[in-house]
Structure formats: C-alpha cells, structure tokens
C-alpha cells in the first residue's frame, strides 16, 4: 500500500513522538495521510505535483484524543477540520483520480478523517494515560509518498 502523506513541522512531530513514546506508540515519523491506494503509479506522482505547487499546504490542529471507525486498537490525536485542509485534502484526490489503483475508501473526501496514530494498542490505557492533551498545531512541510 502507497500513502499520500502530509509531513509536519519539526515542532509538531515531536510534540507527537513524545505523546507516543509516553503510551509506547508506534515509532515510524507522525504524519497525516491523506490518500492511500495500492498503487501510485508515475502519471498520478506528477499529477499530484503539479496540483499542490498552486496551493498554500495548511496548518493542521490535532486536538482530540479518540479512535477511527474501523481501527479500535488505535488511539488517534485526530484534526480540527476546516475549509482550507479539506480543499487541500480534496485537491489531493482530484489529481489522483482515475489515475492510482485500489484507492482505500477510508482517505477519500467525504469519509476522511485527519489523524495521527498515537497508540496501536490499548486505547483505553493511551487515552487516560494521556488525558487532557494540548492541542499541537503543526504546520504542513511537505507530501510524501511512502
């Protein structure tokens, strides 16, 4: 599976590799992903590229603790969602569309829902070993592909 990821400002990925090393969370570097397929293949790479050089990549607030529909074992730090991060998010997929195989339908707009994974086991455990958390706001660096 290729992922479509929005890397975070120094700052905020490591506020949020020290609220996962307090639950033992996962160690790979705190991003959003945006898009997922089994494949992204060159056309939709360059596609994508062209789309975010005319775009202002947002500033992100991840605020609250919770789980995603589909993954309970996860604990998430998920988004406060606007306008501007999903017109981004939105754009993302109209460069990628008809363009990757096996898109996940969990990214695509209407379903999507901003977060990065804090814990990926015992969530109940994670969550009051977290509570209250402060908000992060993390700036969008940069789209990867991993």
């Given at each position: 599976m290729q992922r479509v990821r929005f890397r975070?400002?120094?700052a905020a990925a490591a506020a949020l590799?020290?609220?996962r090393a307090a639950v033992g969370g996962p160690g790979d570097e705190p991003a959003i992903t945006a898009a997922a397929a089994s494949?992204?293949?060159?056309?939709?790479?360059?596609?994508?590229?062209?789309?975010?050089?005319?775009?202002?990549?947002?500033?992100i607030w991840?605020?609250?603790l919770g789980?995603?529909?589909?993954?309970?074992?996860?604990?998430?730090?998920?988004?406060?969602?606007?306008a501007e991060l999903l017109a981004v998010h939105a754009a993302?997929?109209?460069?990628?569309a008809g363009r990757v195989r096996g898109p996940v339908a969990a990214y695509l707009p209407g379903a999507w829902l901003p977060h990065c994974v804090l814990?990926?086991?015992?969530?109940?455990?994670?969550f009051a070993a977290l509570h209250p958390v402060e908000p992060v706001r993390a700036r969008?660096?940069?789209?990867?592909?991993?």
């Open positions: 975070l400002d120094d590799r020290a609220l494949v992204v293949p060159p056309p939709a790479r360059a596609a994508l590229e062209a789309e975010l050089r005319l775009l202002v990549l947002p500033s991840l605020a609250t789980t995603v529909a589909g993954r309970p074992d996860e604990l998430v730090l998920a988004a406060v969602v606007d993302v997929h109209d460069a990628l814990a990926a086991q015992a969530p109940a455990t994670a969008v660096v940069g789209v990867e592909i991993t």
